[in-house]
């Protein structure tokens, strides 16, 4: 088959944006896979590495997974290694921001799934 047809019939889910005070959007899929998740409760729970570590792990996991786009101060950041990058030198209260989204979206989108 041609490059055309990949991906022809998928099946998409929406995702949603967040908005901070200050304006700044945080577009999250609305989509995991079994394997997406259950890769995330053992970084959450991994008995090698201290309890902090792991849950700042399992954040920036969630992150990656579930991101598609971040704007910050009207600059969009796109593509898992742009986001990653950016997200390592936010700020403290960027940070917050980012988690207190994920929780709000993991408890909407899944909430089977185990929050920071």
């Known amino acids: ?7 022809a019939g998928r099946i ?15 577009v ?9 998740r259950r890769k995330y409760a053992s970084t959450l ?3 090698k590495v201290s309890t902090d570590d792991s849950w700042h792990r399992a954040v920036e996991f969630l992150f990656e997974r579930l991101v598609e786009r971040w704007e910050v101060y009207g600059v969009p950041t796109e593509g898992q290694a742009e ?6 030198i936010a ?7 980012i988690r207190d989204v994920l929780r709000e979206h993991l408890a ?3 909430p089977d799934v185990e929050a920071p």
């Open 1 to 7: 088959m041609g490059k055309r047809n990949r991906g």
């Open 12 to 26: 998409t889910a929406p995702s949603t944006d967040y908005r901070d005070a200050d304006g700044n959007v945080l």
């Open 28 to 36: 999250l899929r609305g989509s995991m896979s079994p394997l997406t």
């Open 45 to 47: 729970h991994n008995q």
């Open 83 to 88: 986001l990653l990058a950016r997200y390592r």
């Open 91 to 97: 700020t403290p209260d960027e940070r917050r921001w």
């Open 108 to 110: 909407e989108h899944f």
